[in-house]
């Protein structure tokens, strides 16, 4: 049983920086494309950025040039380097991953707990 487990989130000051992480846990399978979403009170899930197996990623217009997504394949991890923070970035940050069971083909929607990121003005 694959879990993603998230860590780092907190209340960090306007300006200020967080890194967030999200580690898989558990044996025997493969990790595709890993994620970050952000759900701000009374509002949807967002997604925020995206990095593929090979390292390629792309990001949300509202965190292009603050946020910085990576992953390190050997510990089945994702982080999110969080820059600038400002008011609006005030939300539970999920981690998400397209995983495949080993020695199956389908891939499958994996999502964490969810970790509170809180920006003071």
């Known amino acids: 049983q694959v879990q993603l487990v998230e860590s780092g989130g907190g209340l960090v000051q306007a300006g200020g920086s967080l890194r967030l992480s999200c580690a898989a846990s558990?044996?025997?399978?493969?990790?595709?494309?890993m994620a970050w979403y952000q759900q701000a009170p009374g509002k949807q899930r967002e997604w925020v950025a995206r990095i593929t197996r090979g390292g390629s990623t792309t990001y949300a217009d509202s965190v292009k040039g603050r946020f910085t997504i990576s992953r390190d394949n050997a510990k089945n991890t994702v982080y999110l380097q969080m820059t600038s923070l400002n008011s609006e970035d005030t939300a539970v940050y999920y981690c998400?991953?397209?995983?495949?069971?080993?020695?199956?083909?389908?891939?499958?929607?994996?999502w964490g707990q969810g970790t509170q990121v809180t920006v003071s003005s």
């Open positions: 998400h991953a397209r995983i495949r069971d080993l020695p199956g083909l389908i891939e499958y929607d994996y």
């Open positions: 558990g044996s025997g399978f493969s990790i595709n494309a």
